[in-house]
Structure formats: C-alpha cells, structure tokens
C-alpha cells in the first residue's frame, strides 16, 4: 500500500506523519486514555510500527470523510471553492476575483461549519486536500503565527490571515484529520471537489448562476446550501507556488 500523507488535530495535541495503517490502542491500554482520548499508532514505510499519537477529549463515535478543494482561473481571478462527501451531500460557492489559496482555505472553513451547524463538531472529520499549503497552515504553522501576533518566521503579516484566524477558532476543540491527496490524478472525491469549485469559478467568469450544491445531508441536521455571496474581501497578493517552510510564510 502507497504511503498517505496525513495530519492530525486534536484539542490538545496534533501529530503529523506518513502513514499506511493504522492500529486503535484504545481498547487494549484502557489506562493511558482515562482522560477519554484515544491512541493509536501509525505504521511507516520507513519504520514500521513506530509513531503514536495521544489525542484527548471525547472519543468520537464516527469518522466523517470530505474532500476540500479551491479553484481560481488567473490566481488571482475567478474563482471557486468547494466539500463534496457525495452527490447529494456537497457545497460550493467562490468570488469574482481571488486566489487558488484563499479557495482552499475557504472550502475546509465552510466544511468545518457545515459539520459543525449539522451538530457534528463532536465527530473526527477526516479532509482530504490536495494543498500541502492548506495542511502545513493549519497542522504545523498557524500556533507559531498565533503566538507571533499572526505574523511569519521573519515577521511579516501572514498571508490569507483572516481565513486562517477563522479556521483557527473552527477548530478549536474538534478532532481534525487531514490526508493529503495528489490533485489530478483521478482521486474520486478529489476530481468531485475539484470540479464543483472550478465550476463555481467559471460561473463567476461567465456571469451565470453559481452551482452551489444541497449542503450537508449526511446525518446530524441536514443544512441548506450555503447562500453564495462575493466576498469583498481583497484577495491575497501571495505567491501561487507554495514554499513548504514557515520561514517563507
């Protein structure tokens, strides 16, 4: 089995690592989650069964799984984002002009919500996303900005930070996994989520009706579509090829 790149958020700690399986601990070290956490450990192609990873709270019940994915046509110009976990369970919405980036963020933000207005904050919520931008953001650099007054390694304004500031308040208190995936290469749900935000963002080109999908469907509150409303809010001035260092952020 191919390796998968996956990250981890839990209300008091995260873990990132390259994953192939995973083997639930919980019930045989009933012990070391007293506190209802869970532990697990992840088997490495490297290593073999090496990592472990401690996330504390309430043990969730289910694993709800979406992709998340942003489209801008000009980075920036029109442009798109959109959640899909199937068919009849999927949003999408975008702006006149903005940046491939600030689609990403957006549509894990409005994933993130819709979860959360259907009463499923409770629940892990795996995303996969084909940004590592979006990953690194939120898995790995958005506590440093925090304690830097949202500010980079060499003390500039973070880029994309109002979405990042409003992802950094949704998340606090969920279980969050995030599997990267190689956009473009036929991942279904990936292609789905692709195609409903460049679909938002040449409708935006067009001048037509934007499809914005049914909304969560799937358990907890079934939610309308989410109303697409142009953001006027300037888009980010940031580079499209994404540096994989904080210190470039």
Not at 34 to 43: S, T, V
Not at 111 to 137: H, K, P
Not at 243 to 249: I, M, N, R
Request: negative net charge.
């Amino acid at each position: 089995m191919p390796a998968r790149q996956a990250s981890i958020i839990g209300p008091e700690q995260g873990f990132c690592g390259t994953l192939s399986a995973r083997e639930d601990l919980t019930s045989s070290l009933s012990g070391t989650c007293a506190r209802g956490g869970r532990l697990w450990r992840e088997k490495t192609d490297e290593d073999g069964w090496s990592v472990g990873a401690l996330v504390m709270g309430r043990v969730p019940s289910m694993t709800l799984i979406a992709a998340a994915d942003g489209s801008s046509l000009g980075n920036p110009g029109p442009a798109g984002w959109a959640w899909y976990v199937d068919d009849d369970c999927w949003a999408a919405g975008g702006w006149e002009s903005s940046t491939n980036n600030r689609g990403e963020l957006t549509a894990v933000l409005e994933l993130l919500r819709a979860t959360e207005a259907a009463g499923l904050a409770g629940e892990e919520l795996l995303i996969q996303c084909d940004s590592q931008y979006v990953i690194n953001s939120l898995t790995k650099w958005r506590h440093g900005w925090k304690k830097r007054g949202w500010r980079k390694a060499d003390g500039k304004p973070v880029l994309n930070a109002d979405l990042v500031k409003d992802l950094d308040a949704a998340l606090t208190g969920r279980t969050v996994r995030f599997e990267w995936v190689r956009g473009h290469v036929g991942h279904p749900m990936n292609e789905a989520a692709d195609s409903r935000a460049r679909g938002a963002a040449t409708a935006y080109q067009q001048g037509c009706p934007v499809p914005s999908g049914p909304g969560w469907t799937r358990g907890g509150r079934a939610q309308e579509a989410v109303p697409d409303v142009a953001s006027d809010a300037a888009p980010s001035s940031g580079p499209t090829i994404v540096p994989q260092t904080d210190a470039l952020f």
